[in-house]
């Protein structure tokens, strides 16, 4: 379970729960990367939620971190990007 909730226009809270263990992220996503990678045609909760599916086809909710740039993904994991833009 993924669940995006909006703070501000930037920053998001985000809760994962995934077999029974909850965590929960700050997440914070600008204007221009947002417009990068999506043109748009999704909203900013929508990027996140998405963003987060990738992540955790990666790696554990519990090794996510707790508060980051949606843009520093794409230093962990150089095919973010590509991926996010083709499934848009």
Do not use: A, W
């Not at 929960?24 to 996503?29: F, M, N, Y």
């Not at 929508?46 to 992540?55: A, G």
Request: no cysteine.
């Amino acid at each position: 379970m993924i669940n995006v909730k909006k703070q501000s226009e930037n920053d998001f809270i985000v809760d994962v729960e995934v077999d029974g263990y909850k965590t929960t992220h700050k997440v914070h996503v600008d204007d221009d990367y947002y417009k990068k990678l999506t043109e748009g045609r999704i909203s900013k909760e929508e990027l996140i939620r998405r963003s987060f599916e990738f992540l955790l086809d990666r790696e554990s909710n519990r090794t996510i971190l707790s508060r980051f740039d949606l843009k520093v993904i794409n230093r962990y994991f150089p095919t973010y990007e590509s991926v996010m833009k083709n499934q848009i």
